[in-house]
């Protein structure tokens, strides 16, 4: 009964361990976010989970109060469907940690420790325009790996994050070159 109450999305902002040594043995083993959530992604994303829990709860409401028809399953299965990409919107980004990178798009995790890393190289090339399927010419971080497979990263100009911010693109890129190992 002593610990504090966690919030219930508190995995989304993870605080830090305040017992974590400061010394050169500490080891960072939790995922870090390469950029933060930009105020274009936030704006975009509160707005669509209000509306998710303003629809969801009317669905539920009227399923609960009338038969179930053929517009109440559709509508579940739509918002069931909205609630999955509302909260994969939240989480993805790219992740560093002492034992590697991890990028996490809508569908997908790839995880690569540093030692399958050769680089990290920024060009210009066509990138998704606010994520959307848009593609403009920006500039773009991405992994190159060992075996020579090329992996963009969230790092891009156009990123909803990083949109009309060239300070926080720039904070951004030099903190991922930064956590490749020196050895590299």
Partial sequence: MSEPRKPIFGFLWPSPDPDAPVDGAYRQVRRVRVTGRGPIRIAV???????????T????????TTSL???TVLGSAISASALVLI???????TFVNDDGISIDTTWRRTALPW????????????????????????????VRTVDGRVLPTHVYATSPDLWLR????DIARLRL????PQGR
């Avoid at 909260?87 to 980004?93: C, I, M, P, T």
């Avoid at 070159?177 to 490749?180: G, N, P, T």
């Fill in 45 to 55: 994303l509160v707005a669509g989970t209000a509306v998710l829990v303003v629809t």
């Fill in 57 to 64: 709860g009317t669905l539920m409401l009227a399923a609960v």
């Fill in 69 to 71: 028809t053929p517009v």
């Fill in 87 to 93: 909260l994969r919107g939240w989480v993805v980004g």
């Fill in 115 to 142: 030692t399958d890393v050769e680089g990290i190289e920024t060009a210009p090339e066509p990138c998704p325009f606010l994520g959307l399927p848009v593609r403009v010419r920006a500039e773009r971080s991405a």
């Fill in 166 to 169: 060239p300070e926080a693109l």
């Fill in 177 to 180: 070159e930064h956590w490749l």
